[in-house]
């Protein structure tokens, strides 16, 4: 059984950063995707960046060059450093893992449902 605990979380200004974690355990995957989603209120859950175990990432486009997403093995913990925060980066964070989606499709090409772990989520509010 995969748990995933995210840390991190707060509130911040515009401009800002925050670095949030995920700490691993029960970790049997030997081809997976792994990464961070957020949900804003009233939205939909959105994928925001991802990894493979190639350590292939992936962005989405809305934070490509303001997101860096990192991997301590060692430790079994996801990282994603946000900078130059917005407010429509507002929402709640969730670190998930799976290995259901196809080998042929790049991480953010798999569907929520492939993601078979995820963990309770921490909140990022960035104010104006």
């Known amino acids: 059984q995969v748990q995933l605990v995210e840390s991190g979380g707060g509130s911040v200004q515009a401009g800002g950063s925050l670095r949030l974690s995920c700490a691993a355990s029960?970790?049997?995957?030997?081809?997976?995707?792994m990464g961070w989603f957020r949900q804003a209120p009233g939205k939909a859950r959105e994928g925001v960046a991802f990894?493979?175990?190639?350590?292939?990432?992936t962005y989405a486009r809305s934070v490509d060059d303001r997101f860096t997403m990192s991997k301590d093995s060692a430790k079994n913990t996801l990282y994603l450093q946000m900078n130059s925060l917005k407010p429509e980066d507002t929402a709640m964070y969730y670190c998930?893992?799976?290995?259901?989606?196809?080998?042929?499709?790049?991480?953010?090409?798999?569907?929520?449902?492939?993601?078979?772990?995820w963990g309770q989520g921490t909140q990022v509010t960035v104010s104006s």
């Open positions: 990894t493979d175990h190639r350590g292939m990432r």
């Open positions: 029960g970790y049997t995957y030997s081809r997976y995707c």
């Open positions: 998930a893992a799976g290995d259901g989606g196809s080998p042929y499709v790049s991480c953010n090409g798999w569907s929520q449902g492939d993601f078979g772990s």
